[in-house]
């Protein structure tokens, strides 16, 4: 099998992951940095460090996870000079990550200058979303000029999921009709029809759509204005919050699930309301897919929160009976893959999301595609 290296390059940590066909062989996580008392002084000497450890024999390519593709790159794409400028031009877009990942990028191609280097896009999965699904009801040539429309992120995790999603219904990817919804710090949903993103939460940025861990999801834009005028607030300041401080974090002073259903559980009402925020945001993206789709036949939950809250699942589904929509409770609290009854018209399902396994994958079809795989 030809072996493939996964990179998903972060401003201070690499996460690597290295693939013999489907089999993980090695996988690592260098942290902090450039820190004081980090694990390695820059970039390059972290992905030195992870080439001397994890034996390259037979690598037929790199593949890097890289947030933001806009509207230029709509699927997995070698990696040339032109590629790279592209990138970079794209960086106001994604200010955050897309800088890192241009610096695994170049940091690789010095490393292994001999093995082809493949960007896997989160955008890319959502460019079949059709026009309106992605346009913005803003000035048109303002939007044009500036790349104001909606890109949506996760796309990885909704294509691996949408796939074993059909795989667990027993039907062909093309014949299915799925919404998945990825809950972790960060989160989003996606309808999907028949393996095509046809409409996604998150926008032009990650902020968008669901509550998050840090991330408020959708607000009223006149918010950002009301805080510039009223409270004083400068704009960074702003967007810091919205970004950082907001979501479950704003909500409840902590962003992680599990202690705030815990809290939920101890008779807070602070965390109970935040979690009621949190399901019914999730319950207005699952109703508005279904208008969307049609006809759905499974909706299914993952990443961190989606594959381990029964709390998260059972309440933002709750009700929906008259939909078709059911959860059964045992197999909810066990995390079963199929959480619904049997015979239910929509199956819910708990699919575990695996991003690197997809970059791999998509790494490699890239490569048969374009004919520069070797080993």
Known sequence: MTRILVLNTGSSS???????????????????????????RDHETALQRIM????????????????????EFTRATIIDDTVVAAVARLVPLAPLHNPPA????????????????????????????????????????????????????????HAYVARRTAELLGVPVQQANVITVHLGNGASACAVQGGRSVATSMGMSPQGGLVMGTRSGDIDPAIVFHLHRVAGLSF????????RDAGMRGLTGENDMRVVEQRMEDGDPVATLAIDVYCRRIREYVGAYLAVLGRVDAISFTAGVGEHSPIVRGRTLAGLSALGIEVDTERNERNAPVISP????????????????????QTRATLAASGAGRG
């Open 14 to 40: 690499v996460k690597y992951r290295l693939f013999d066909g489907t089999e993980t062989v090695a996988k690592g996580l260098v942290e902090r940095i450039g820190e004081p008392g980090g694990e390695a």
């Open 52 to 71: 001397d450890q994890i034996d390259l024999t037979g690598l037929a390519a790199v593949g890097h996870r890289v947030v933001h593709g806009g509207s």
């Open 102 to 157: 241009l610096s695994g990028i170049d940091v690789a191609r010095k490393l292994l200058p001999d093995v082809p280097q493949v960007a896997v896009f989160d955008t890319a999965f959502h460019a079949t979303i059709p026009p309106e699904g992605v346009t913005y009801a803003i000035d048109a040539a303002l939007a044009q000029r500036w790349g104001v429309r909606r890109y949506g992120f996760h796309g990885t995790s």
């Open 236 to 243: 960074d300041e702003v967007e810091n919050m919205l970004t």
């Open 342 to 361: 049997d015979g239910a018209p929509v199956a819910v399902c708990v699919v575990p999301t695996d991003e690197e396994l997809e970059i791999a994958e």
